[in-house]
């Protein structure tokens, strides 16, 4: 069992920024790769970056460039930079953990509850 708990979100204008971290306990051996994934009213969950335990990075197109994901493995949390926020961002954010399949980083059932970014002015 992995237990993970987000904080950090909030309300932030246009352009701003905002910081989201991840704390992961439990059976951390399991965790191949912690990531984030957002979900916004009426669309579905959007799966936004990961990173692996050796720090590789991937991120989706609608946040590349914007959004860095870090890792600290001694503390194990994984934190998400999210820079030049637009109202389209605006969503629910979940910490999620990844297992290596077959060449690939998959997710798990592991998620933690959630933290709500809200960008408007």
């Known amino acids: 069992q992995v237990q993970l708990v987000e904080s950090g979100g909030g309300l932030v204008q246009p352009g701003g920024s905002l910081r989201l971290s991840c704390e992961a306990s439990?059976?951390?051996?399991?965790?191949?790769?912690l990531g984030w994934a957002r979900q916004a009213p009426g669309k579905e969950r959007e799966l936004i970056a990961h990173?692996?335990?050796?720090?590789?990075?991937s991120y989706s197109d609608s946040v590349k460039g914007r959004f860095t994901i870090s890792r600290d493995n001694v503390k194990n949390t994984a934190d998400l930079q999210m820079n030049s926020l637009k109202p389209e961002d605006t969503a629910v954010y979940y910490c999620?953990?990844?297992?290596?399949?077959?060449?690939?980083?998959?997710?798990?059932?592991?998620w933690g509850q959630g933290t709500q970014v809200t960008v408007s002015s």
């Open positions: 990173i692996t335990s050796e720090g590789v990075t």
């Open positions: 999620h953990v990844l297992r290596y399949y077959a060449g690939d980083y998959l997710p798990t059932n592991y």
């Open positions: 439990g059976n951390l051996l399991s965790i191949h790769a």
